[in-house]
């Protein structure tokens, strides 16, 4: 069982940057591929950045590349999402999950197997 809990959302201005965190709970972090999906308001949840156990690989999806970077401390049980030049449409709910799969990560979210609650990220003038 993993506990996820996001933090670090908030009301941004267009052109900001923004750093989310999620803590998680155990001591077996290290073994699940983790991952940052987003939901708009009226929209399905969608597919932000992924990294490996080891955190040596990465993906992102093409909205997030340049602008995203995602990193894990597995010594913290902590992974981050720096999101820089934020648009308003990246306005979203920021969920993390954790991922126990045998390929290095995933960005299909059906293959997540725990969830945080999900940080708010506004991004307006």
């Known amino acids: 069982q993993v506990q996820l809990v996001e933090s670090g959302g908030g009301l941004v201005q267009p052109g900001a940057s923004l750093t989310l965190s999620c803590a998680a709970s155990?001591?077996?972090?290290?073994?699940?591929?983790m991952g940052w999906f987003r939901q708009a308001q009226g929209k399905e949840r969608e597919f932000v950045a992924t990294?490996?156990?080891?955190?040596?690989?990465?993906y992102y999806a093409d909205f997030g590349k340049g602008r995203f970077t995602i990193s894990r401390d597995n010594a913290k049980n902590t992974v981050y999402l720096q999101m820089n030049s934020l648009k308003p449409e990246d306005t979203a709910v920021y969920y993390c999950?954790?991922?126990?799969?045998?390929?290095?990560?995933?960005?299909?979210?059906?293959?997540?197997?725990?969830w945080g609650q999900g940080t708010q990220v506004t991004v307006s003038s």
């Open positions: 999950a954790a991922a126990n799969i045998e390929r290095a990560y995933s960005s299909r979210s059906w293959e997540y197997d725990y």
């Open positions: 990294i490996s156990r080891s955190g040596g690989i990465t």
């Open positions: 155990g001591r077996t972090f290290s073994r699940y591929a």
